[in-house]
């Protein structure tokens, strides 16, 4: 699923072509995929965008008049792509904004299950739809983040995930960030040390930096990560083969040498847990 760094560089990169032209046709969108029917999709049409504003890894896009937000968010599978005018877009997107002039923003989901979203809200809809959202992971300063920490005792890698506590990180940056706090993703929130917090607090933001330059650079999966998904390959800092855990109902990649003092973590799966 895209993280904070990956819909931040779509964001940028949506950001100005999305506002050039007002909307001539709005939809066709899949029945899955629209999950609003009040206000229709029609009420766009003739507006125009003012931009792309992004919540998490939610993606904004409010209308000039300040009427209407329409928002997305593409799940694991969903992808959104700006068709430039005389350009072939795909034949039966999940959902498409047609410009005047002919540009196109297409939302395509790959696979069988419809699982990216569209909605079109009011803007005190939005809000409501986004109130259950944690501060901005890239937003969050050491002290912000040592209250949230210590507010109840969490699995980091657990916490970190969290859209509610925190927004925008998902399953591989919790990989990323980890390793380059060298904390246990197993280290439980409240008996961080206060240098481990700083530690933490610093690699949230370098991770989440690195990643939105790489992915604005066009950067892939392989060369973005360097922890998650890299199994056996070695630790960039230590030369260490990485090593993986199931917990939960995911895998975690870390060093262990870097993040647990050489121990290897054990599996706790939740199917394993409740055996
Ligand atoms: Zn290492």
Request: hydrophobic share 35%.
């Amino acid at each position: 699923m895209p993280e904070l760094p990956e819909m931040e560089a779509w964001r940028r990169a949506l950001d100005g072509p999305v506002s050039a032209f007002p909307i001539e046709k709005a939809g066709p969108a899949h029945i899955a995929t629209l999950k609003t029917i009040d206000p229709p999709l029609t009420a766009l049409e003739g507006r125009r965008l003012a931009g792309a504003e992004r919540r998490a890894k939610r993606l904004l896009f409010p209308t000039e008049d300040g009427d209407l937000v329409l928002l997305v968010h593409l799940m694991t599978a969903g992808r959104l792509r700006y068709v430039p005018a005389g350009e072939k877009g795909p034949k039966t997107p999940a959902f498409r904004l047609r410009f005047q002039g002919g540009a196109e923003l297409v939302l395509t989901e790959a696979g069988k299950k419809k699982r990216a979203g569209v909605w079109l809200l009011t803007p005190e809809q939005a809000e409501a739809e986004l109130a259950h959202l944690g501060p901005e992971a890239n937003e969050l300063d050491a002290k912000e983040l040592g209250e949230i920490l210590a507010c109840k005792s969490r699995r980091l890698h657990s916490l970190l995930r969290d859209q509610r506590v925190i927004a925008g990180i998902g399953r591989a940056w919790a990989n990323e960030i980890l390793h380059a706090s060298r904390l246990s993703p197993y280290a439980l929130s409240k008996e961080l040390k206060p240098e481990e917090v700083e530690r933490l607090s610093e690699a949230i933001h370098s991770e989440l930096e690195r990643g939105l330059e790489l992915r604005e650079q066009g950067a892939d999966d392989k060369r973005t990560y360097r922890v998650h998904k890299k199994l056996g390959e070695p630790c960039h800092v230590c030369g260490t083969p990485i090593a993986q855990v199931d917990f939960e109902e995911h895998t975690i990649y870390y060093c262990p040498d870097c993040q647990t003092g050489g121990r290897v973590l054990k599996d706790r799966r939740l199917s394993r847990l409740l055996r």
